[in-house]
């Protein structure tokens, strides 16, 4: 496919599909097609996601997940937006390379992309009543070949990490990373950091062996401890290279 992006302050993207290319957008994205475009529903259970994997995402709260995307199939052109303000990246991937991008920022894929929803990690916060509180990371894991358009919340910053190098951002501040990226859940608190597997607030799904791996997973199952120093406690993300790691300057 190719694909332009158009407009300013809420910006679009523009498809030119070849006769029979086909490519898959999030519900209800579209803005316009042209009346040769055919348009069709396709399962997640066709792209290789069972109905149990995606029960358990929306039981963990992902509403942005669905139970099909809505299929577009040329020749012709079909434009989407997100109807918000901020940057619209298209990019191709290469055979094998994978893109782990956050949910809710998905706009359209060619259909030779291998797609799959999951949760990339949890941390624990206990709340004024001393319940403790599970957060996820959800993700729409993404590979190549093909091209994946996606749309941020403000400006798009890119980094390539080397392997070992490493860099933080904020939870929210995250959007997309390799899937090569390792990554760790810890904690700013009253100015400090407090490791999550040392303290028992986070764990990190769906990144390999990574960083502080199999003491994460232990850390998740042995439920998350309240903070005891009073201080501000602040989420942020550790990541470790090698890879490409996205962020976002909105929320």
């Not at 990690?121 to 590979?143: I, K, P, S, V």
């Not at 597997?197 to 994460?216: D, I, K, V």
């Not at 120093?229 to 909105?250: A, C, E, F, K, M």
Request: with cysteine; proline share 4%; charged share 15%.
């Amino acid at each position: 496919m190719r694909a332009d992006t158009v407009g300013g302050i809420t910006p679009a993207v523009l498809v030119n599909l070849a006769p029979g290319e086909k490519i898959l957008a999030a519900h209800e994205i579209m803005l316009y097609k042209e009346p040769q475009i055919q348009l069709h529903r396709r399962t997640m259970k066709s792209l290789g996601v069972n109905t149990s994997h995606l029960m358990a995402m929306r039981g963990r709260g992902d509403s942005e997940e669905g139970y099909f995307f809505a299929e577009f199939e040329g020749p012709g052109h079909v434009s989407f937006s997100r109807d918000k303000g901020g940057e619209v990246r298209i990019q191709h991937l290469q055979p094998g390379e994978t893109i782990r991008l956050r949910s809710g920022h998905l706009m359209c894929f060619d259909e030779s992309v291998r797609y799959y929803p999951m949760v990339q990690g949890q941390w624990y916060t206990t709340n004024a009543n001393g319940d403790q509180e599970t957060h996820y990371l959800f993700a729409d894991e993404l590979t190549g070949p093909g091209t994946i358009v996606y749309q941020s919340h403000g400006n798009l910053l890119s980094f390539s990490l080397r392997p070992g190098e490493r860099m933080r951002t904020s939870v929210l501040g995250l959007l997309a990373t390799s899937n090569t990226v390792q990554l760790a859940i810890n904690w700013l608190i009253g100015g400090s950091t407090v490791s999550a597997s040392n303290r028992g607030f986070g764990s990190l799904m769906g990144g390999g062996g990574g960083l502080l791996g199999a003491a994460l997973q232990a850390a998740a199952g042995g439920g998350g401890a309240g903070v005891s120093s009073g201080g501000v406690q602040i989420p942020v993300i550790d990541l470790v290279g090698p890879g490409t790691v996205v962020v976002h300057s909105g929320v």
